[in-house]
Nanobody, 126 residues
Framework: QVQLVESGGGLVQAGGSLRLSCAAS????????MGWFRQAPGKEREFVAG????????LYADSVKGRFTISRDNGRNTVYLQMNSLRPEDTAVYSC???????????????????WGQGTQVTVSS
């Protein structure tokens, strides 16, 4: 059974930073593609960033390019999302997801992903 557990969300002022973590367990993820998505109230879930678990192959949404960085730590089986220069419009529930297929570029559609975490709230105040 694959489990993804996010942490690191919180309240931050505009211009600040947060680092989200996604701890993965249950399988060998070297053949997976990982993604971060977010959903704001009243809006559809949107792709934020993705990468191959084995490394490289990163893709970012235009809205976060240059501000967010996705990375992973194989030893900790954890994927990170470093978020800098946060804006109020970044406020959302952020979720990590795993696609059982290695892809480049990562898929941006949520239904391409097989496993999901429970999400963590990020609130950016102006």
């Amino acid at each position: 059974q694959v489990q993804l557990v996010e942490s690191g969300g919180g309240l931050v002022q505009a211009g600040g930073s947060l680092r989200l973590s996604c701890a993965a367990s249950g399988r060998t993820f070297s053949m997976y593609t990982m993604g971060w998505f977010r959903q704001a109230p009243g809006k559809e879930r949107e792709f934020v960033a993705g990468m191959r678990w084995s490394g490289g192959g990163t893709l970012y949404a235009d809205s976060v390019k240059g501000r967010f960085t996705i990375s992973r730590d194989n030893g900790r089986n954890t994927v990170y999302l470093q978020m800098n220069s946060l804006r109020p419009e970044d406020t959302a529930v952020y979720s990590c997801a795993a696609d059982r297929t290695v892809r480049f570029p990562p898929r941006t559609q949520a239904d391409a992903y097989d496993y999901w975490g429970q999400g963590t709230q990020v609130t950016v105040s102006s």
